[in-house]
């Protein structure tokens, strides 16, 4: 295996707070890793910043062989086609139906017929656990639950190597949240994916990851397997993982 991601020596300021100082992490090719911490310690911050939504203030990341500090932006529109991103409440476009949702990547970053658009729209509404009925619907006429899958579908509609969910079963029942920790598992086999994840869900941590980092006190103070981190002397991992 070898990293998707590596970060080194992250700075990440806003104003005069520090949000992230020498943070080092690296993510390997074919594995589920989490970005966990208490709340505030920057982890959708720094999931933001290994999409290209924001810029940290010093250190390197190289995503995918890409290094994010000498990236053109053609480059940039090369590499934002490599990958899929599941935000936390689905982050669909109001005025789009779901279909039109989903079928954006494709219209915006290729030349494909619209038949063929058809064709894998639908495939990926299925293989997520999206019914067709909801095709025409719009996203404030339907479920938090399908929201999610509808933005997962939207992820996946390229055929990404890495994918991002940032808190992927927040707002689902512990039934639904199951499920879709299963289908997480499911889309990792089926397209060879690589999944980093943002979550508090203890369940799906247990169920999902190969390894994780832990952030806390603006870096990564744990990093591998679950057993590994917690073993790691942290009050945080220890309330987290102990205090059950």
């Known amino acids: 295996m070898y990293p998707v991601i590596e970060a ?19 993510v390997n090719r074919g594995e589920i890793y989490g970005l966990l911490g208490p709340s505030g310690c920057g982890k959708t911050t720094l999931m933001k910043e290994m999409v290209l939504l924001q810029r940290y203030q010093g250190g390197s990341m190289n995503v995918l062989g890409y290094d994010l500090n000498k990236i053109t932006h053609k480059k940039a529109q090369e590499l934002r086609q ?20 989903i079928a954006l990547s494709l219209r915006e970053y290729t030349t494909i017929s619209e038949a063929l658009i058809a064709e894998i729209v639908s495939y990926k509404m299925d ?24 933005g997962l579908a939207r992820a996946l509609v390229m055929d990404p190597e890495l994918l991002f969910l940032d808190e992927p079963t927040s707002g689902l ?19 060879d994916l690589s999944i980093v994840m943002v979550t508090h ?39 987290f993982f102990k205090g059950r």
């Not at 512990?174 to 089926?190: K, M, N, T, V």
């Open 201 to 239: 869900d203890l369940d799906s941590i247990e169920a999902t990851l190969d390894r994780a980092a832990i952030l806390d006190n603006k870096r990564v103070v744990a990093e591998g397997s679950l057993d590994a981190i917690k073993a790691t002397d942290n009050l945080f991992i220890t309330t």
């Open 82 to 101: 490599k990958w899929g991103v599941l935000f936390q409440f689905g982050a669909l476009y109001s005025s789009l139906n779901i279909y039109d949702n």
């Open 173 to 191: 029942d512990p039934i639904s949240a199951r499920e879709f920790d299963a289908l997480i598992l499911r889309l990792r086999e089926h397209f």
């Open 8 to 26: 080194k020596n992250i700075l990440t300021r806003f104003g005069d707070t520090v949000v992230h100082r020498h943070l080092n992490l690296h």
């Open 127 to 150: 293989i997520v656990g999206l019914e067709q009925c909801v095709k025409e619907q719009y996203p404030s006429q339907i479920s938090g639950g399908m929201k999610k899958k509808a």
